[in-house]
């Protein structure tokens, strides 16, 4: 593959970033609601009433009208009691001039009430309440509407529901939400020294573990795995196994993609026709992550070709639901995890129906000083330390893009410029979290 198609971290997000506003979600189903947790809402959910449905007090205390409070202490007669759950009859329980109502959270304010003062600042006896502080006009209670109107939308059509979410669904009565079919993601290792899990290995022969740590991060963002045999570094089998997964929505394959004599996955996916977008990107680890898509049935349409990265090639190819996408992920195992969630997690977020989700970097204050060569991007395994508002992060140490175990060790990844070949402790560094 030419070097021209080894493009920057930030291209490459980008192109991924194209293609993927180019695929969309599967079928809608129904689920309970919290089946849906963890899902891709496919309808808007609408509030079915005014939110809150009446002026809700957020305190225990007194319902009072703001102007009586204008000169504290002051003594008010008490009128009437209010829990939450009740519903006075109009006219029965009103707040007039020097007057006040009980009211518990969660209550309706009465008529004629403007605030709420709280019960710490009041001493009550048998029918009369003496208040000690003043309320401002609208402290205390939220009014009818105020979260959202009958009819708004409160969840977008796209939004991975969490807990909030949920409960969001929960108090517009939704008891089943249509959700979008969870898009299927295949995975296939190859190499020949690779072995399952089960199996003993050779002195020469490592486990197989990037199908795992694969269909655990896509399963952690949403999308179902296919897990494939692993494949040979055999052009014949490893094309079989090919064509099985591009039967899926999406296709990951580790290994195989680097410089080696037997890095046979770019070769045999040009022999399918396929269209590359990207076959490296210059970042550290996963440098020779390869992104492309093969046609419909795979072999058939697509010319074989490096594709430049503007938005003209890739309208003059075949529409997006006749091609299937894959991922080249180099085989060391950390590479793959990382260039899992730089790149293939955006393009199964679309897949899954959600709506577009920027990469977003956080912040910490660097530990101790890192010395670098420029040149890639590096998303090196960290270890973010601290409490509170004292958040620290320093490089875990490691063996490189094998080291699995450091990679355990570590809760982020350190995000190194490509300018930079030093920097001191204490300066501000870009963490990708998870
Ligand atoms: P490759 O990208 O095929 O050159 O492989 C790079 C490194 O990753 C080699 O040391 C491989 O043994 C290792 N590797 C490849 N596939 C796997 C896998 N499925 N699980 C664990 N390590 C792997
Ligand atoms: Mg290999």
């Known amino acids: ?47 079915d009433r005014d939110f809150p449905p009446f002026p809700r007090a957020t305190r225990d205390g007194y319902a009072v009208r703001a102007a009586d409070l204008a000169q504290v202490p002051v003594r008010l007669e008490l009128v009437g009691e209010i829990r939450a759950g009740d519903w006075p009859e ?69 939004t991975r529901l969490d807990h909030a979410a949920i409960a ?30 089960g199996a003993k290995p050779g002195p020469a022969q490592i486990r197989n573990s990037n199908t795992y740590s694969l269909a655990a991060q896509i399963e952690y963002v949403g999308a179902e795995s296919v897990r494939l045999p692993i494949a040979p570094d055999e052009p014949v089998r490893l094309r079989a196994l090919i064509e099985q997964g591009l039967a899926c929505d999406l296709l990951l394959l580790t290994g195989g993609v680097s410089m080696g004599k037997y890095d046979l996955v770019e070769q045999v996916l040009t022999d399918l026709k396929a269209a590359f977008y990207f076959t490296g990107a210059k970042i550290q680890p996963g440098k020779p992550i390869v992104f492309g898509s093969c046609g419909w049935s795979c072999g058939a349409g697509i010319p074989a070709r490096v594709l430049a990265a503007n938005s003209q090639s890739v309208r003059a190819e075949m529409p997006a639901p006749h091609r299937k996408y894959f991922f080249g992920l180099p ?20 897949l899954a129906g959600m709506k577009p989700q920027p990469l977003i970097f956080l912040q910490a204050k660097l530990k101790a000083e890192i010395r670098t060569k420029t040149g890639l991007k590096r998303f090196l395994p960290a270890v973010l330390s601290g409490e509170f508002e004292n958040a620290e992060v320093e490089l875990a140490a490691w063996q490189g893009s094998g ?3 450091a990679l355990a060790r570590a809760n982020c990844f350190l995000v190194i410029p490509p300018d930079r070949e030093q920097i001191s402790a204490g300066e501000w560094v870009s963490l990708l979290m998870g």
């Open 331 to 350: 085989g060391n195992p950390v590479s793959t995890m990382v260039t899992f969630k730089l790149f293939a997690q955006p393009m199964i977020a679309a």
């Open 1 to 47: 593959m030419s070097s021209a198609s080894v493009v920057s971290f930030e291209e490459a997000r980008h192109i991924v970033e194209q293609h993927a506003r180019r695929v969309g979600p599967g079928e809608v189903e129904s689920v309970d609601l919290l089946a849906a947790s963890g899902r891709v809402l496919a309808e808007p959910i609408l509030a």
């Open 403 to 405: 080291d699995i175990a």
């Open 90 to 158: 109009p006219g029965t329980c009103s707040v007039g001039r020097g007057k006040a109502v009980s009211i518990m959270t969660g209550a309706p304010l009465p008529a004629g009430a403007d605030a709420v003062v709280m019960v710490e600042y009041t001493a009550a006896t048998a029918n009369a309440v003496e208040i000690q502080r003043g309320v401002k006009s609208g402290e205390n209670f939220v009014p009818r509407g105020a979260e959202a109107r009958q009819g708004q939308m409160l969840i977008d059509r796209g």
């Open 168 to 197: 969001l669904a929960a108090s517009a009565g939704a008891s089943t939400l249509p959700v979008f079919r969870k898009p299927r993601v295949a995975v296939l290792s190859t190499g020949d020294e690779v072995v399952e899990i």
